[in-house]
Each structure stands twice: as C-alpha cells, then as structure tokens.
C-alpha cells in the first residue's frame, strides 16, 4: 500500500472541498481506510473511517452530517467530501490505510500505511 493524497486548499467558511487519496501499490480493496487531522500542538485526531468494502463508515462527532468518506476499489481511491466547512476544520488531513487486511478502527495506531498529508485551511 502507498498513499497519495490531494484535494487540500484554502476555502472560505461555509465552503466545501473533496479530498483525494490514491493507492499506488495494490491490495487497495481489502484494507479499510482512514482520515485524520492534525492541527500544530495536538495530536494526529480520527475525522472518519471506511470498511475495506465500504459498506460502514465512521466519523468524528463533530464532522457527522458534514463530511462523507466513500472508496472507488476499481480505481483504489477513497475521498472525503467536506461541506460547511468551518475554521476549526482547519488542518493537514491525512489518509491511512490499516495495518492488517479486512480491519478497521478509529485508533491512529492502528494504522500502518499514510499518505504524506494535504492542508486544508477554512478562512475567510
């Protein structure tokens, strides 16, 4: 598994934006997948996670009904689609893939594969 993610970039409160983040290195389609957020200071946070097949998702309380986490296993990608954005969404986001096959938590360390981060900044 190698991540790539995309997407990030400045958008006004109340905005939305859709983040990206692609598998290059195969087996996309049997691990479940993550994105958490990291703001400077705190630590990395869980925001929303996804069954390998996609059938059940997760998400932080204070993104549930905002943001949507959805996979494409033809094209091993998996999104986050961000609306009403707010300045306190404010971070680098970053992708992951879980360590073992078939497996999905909440839990960053459960986590063995990341992509290299996108920053999103909601500001106006």
């Known amino acids: 598994v190698q991540l790539q993610a995309s997407g990030g970039g400045l958008v006004q409160p109340g905005g939305s934006l859709r983040l990206s983040c692609a598998d290059s290195?195969?087996?996309?389609?049997?691990?479940?997948m993550a994105w958490f957020r990291q703001t400077p200071g705190k630590e990395r946070e869980f925001a929303a996670a996804?069954?390998?097949?996609?059938?059940?998702?997760w998400y932080k309380d204070s993104v549930k009904g905002r943001f949507t986490i959805s996979r494409d296993n033809t094209k091993n990608v998996v999104y986050l689609e961000m609306d009403s954005l707010k300045p306190e969404d404010t971070a680098v986001y970053y992708c992951?893939?879980?360590?073992?096959?078939?497996?999905?938590?909440?839990?960053?360390?459960?986590?063995?594969?990341w992509g290299q981060g996108t920053l999103v900044t909601v500001s106006s």
């Open positions: 996804i069954t390998y097949s996609g059938g059940n998702t």
């Open positions: 290195g195969g087996s996309f389609s049997s691990y479940g």
């Open positions: 992951a893939a879980h360590s073992l096959p078939y497996r999905t938590s909440l839990e960053a360390l459960d986590y063995g594969y």
